[in-house]
T-cell receptor
Framework: EPEVTQTPSHQVTQMGQEVILRCVPI?????FYWYRQILGQKVEFLVS????????KSEIFDDQFSVERPDGSNFTLKIRSTKLEDSAMYFC?????????????FGQGTRLTVV | RKEVEQDPGPFNVPEGATVAFNCTYS??????FFWYRQDCRKEPKLLMS???SGNEDGRFTAQLNRASQYISLLIRDSKLSDSATYLC????????????FGQGTELSVKP
């Protein structure tokens, strides 16, 4: 069964450092997303990406964050100058034609710990 | 701001019990809803879509009440493996199609 894969599974970084979280969406999917979940809290939308551009971003997704699809398979989330409150599980998701019509598949997540 | 609200639980039930969860959503224009399941520290996985007429998938039944803006999930004959957090989700009617998650309802099924 095709799946969304994320690397690394766990990333520890020092406050102020930059991190790049990587995702390989399912190959025929066109819509890509990043979500985050702070421990004990709800899953929160960060950004959606379609046709090589951001289609929507939340108020969380400020200038500290950026996304990129550098080639035909990877989808990355860059967090600059990390803060303690960026510690969370970050989930990448993809769907074939938008989650309203088809299932959104989630990767297993990257646990980011900022120390 | 579009929100989805759920009772966080936990719901502790014996094996074989029937359990029901509800959630409410704030956006009256929302069209698509889902129930996702999340095991501890794992990714959310789609359990089922929620259709206006109600729908059933094995032991699981989902209902949508647009007038009251609430969604329900009924689990019959609960199994130990049903223990998880159940996430009520609103798919925002927007170009991006983002998912708006409730905080989840924790279910623990005991032998």
């Amino acid at each position: 069964e095709p799946e969304v894969t994320q690397t690394p599974s766990h990333q520890v970084t020092q406050m102020g450092q930059e991190v790049i979280l990587r995702c390989v969406p399912i190959s025929n999917h066109l819509y890509f997303y990043w979500y985050r979940q702070i421990l004990g809290q709800k899953v929160e939308f960060l950004v959606s990406f379609y046709n090589n551009e951001i289609s929507e971003k939340s108020e969380i997704f400020d200038d500290q964050f950026s996304v990129e699809r550098p080639d035909g398979s990877n989808f990355t989330l860059k967090i600059r100058s990390t803060k303690l409150e960026d510690s969370a599980m970050y989930f990448c998701a993809s769907s074939e034609s938008g989650p309203m019509n088809t299932e959104a598949f989630f990767g297993q997540g990257t646990r980011l710990t900022v120390v | 701001r579009k929100e989805v609200e759920q009772d966080p639980g936990p719901f502790n039930v014996p094996e074989g019990a029937t359990v029901a969860f509800n959630c409410t959503y704030s956006n009256s224009a929302s069209q698509s809803f889902f129930w996702y399941r999340q095991d501890c520290r794992k990714e959310p996985k789609l359990l089922m879509s929620v259709y206006s007429s109600g729908n059933e998938d094995g032991r699981f039944t989902a209902q949508l009440n647009r007038a009251s803006q609430y969604i329900s999930l009924l689990i019959r004959d609960s199994k130990l493996s049903d223990s998880a957090t159940y996430l009520c989700v609103d798919a925002d009617y927007n170009q991006g199609g983002k998912l708006i998650f409730g905080q989840g309802t924790e279910l623990s099924v005991k032998p």
